[in-house]
């Protein structure tokens, strides 16, 4: 496995501002990717974090709301911007590691609460 | 579009019960399942099933795949209070390394 680091672990923010959390990993990863855990859902995948290039979103999640940067292999940062009350969820940084066999983790997690 | 469900959505056992944890699905292009135990905010992984059939142990913890009846089984036994959480089915599908998940399984073993 790795050791996966997140930051902040928590925040209250107002609406109106932004959150830039960070995700820093102990090891060679392959793929990097963030992930929103609205309060009492499932896990729904923001984007995949992409080396150098931009990031691949999905349906429902765009790049001026989610700006996302992965400047080297290990580190990645989400930014949530123009915060609303509905963006309060827990955010979750995961990777597979190189060399296979591609089993994914999940970092510790940010719980950004929107006032 | 990918989907999977998990039943039963809540579940309240006494310690020492065994539990079996179902997660069924619909993908295309099926690469793997996996579940995850989650207690606090991090889903923690559990294991990774890509094959039909073979069973991955871990512990009092065990878990099966039938690709062909497109579900898998999470099993606990002997549960401890420790074992309380929300476990999480996943697939991922050849397509990408996005995983899809279930609505998961919330656990909850009395003393």
């Known amino acids: 496995s790795a050791v996966i680091s997140q930051k902040p672990s928590r925040d209250i923010c107002q609406r109106g501002t932004s959150l830039t959390i960070q995700c820093q990993v102990d090891?060679?990863?392959?793929?990097m990717f963030w992930y929103r855990q609205q309060p009492g859902q499932s896990l729904t995948l923001i984007a995949t974090?992409?080396?150098?290039?931009?990031?691949?979103?999905e349906s429902g999640f765009v790049i001026d709301k989610f700006p996302i940067s992965r400047p080297n292999l290990t580190f990645s940062t989400l930014t949530v911007s123009n915060m609303s009350p509905e963006d309060s969820s827990i955010y979750l940084c995961?990777?597979?590691?190189?060399?296979?066999?591609?089993?994914?983790?999940f970092g510790p997690g940010t719980r950004l609460t929107v006032t | 579009e990918d989907k999977v469900v998990q039943s039963p959505l809540s579940l309240v056992v006494h310690e020492g019960d065994t539990v079996t944890l179902n997660c069924s699905y619909e993908?295309?292009?099926?690469?793997?399942l996996l579940w995850y135990k989650q207690e606090k905010k991090a889903p923690t992984f559990l294991f990774m099933l890509?094959?039909?059939?073979i069973e991955k142990k871990s512990g009092r913890l065990s878990s099966i795949l039938d690709k062909k009846e497109l579900f898998s089984i999470l099993n606990i036994t002997a549960t401890q209070t420790g074992d309380s959480a929300v476990y999480l089915c996943?697939?991922?599908?050849?397509?990408?390394?996005?995983?899809?998940f279930g609505g998961g399984t919330r656990l909850m073993v009395k003393p």
């Open positions: 995961s990777v597979t590691l190189a060399g296979g066999p591609y089993e994914q983790y």
């Open positions: 090891s060679q990863v392959t793929m």
């Open positions: 974090a992409n080396q150098g290039s931009e990031a691949t979103y």
């Open positions: 993908v295309t292009n099926f690469r793997s």
């Open positions: 890509t094959s039909s059939g």
């Open positions: 996943a697939v991922k599908n050849n397509a990408g390394n996005m995983l899809t």
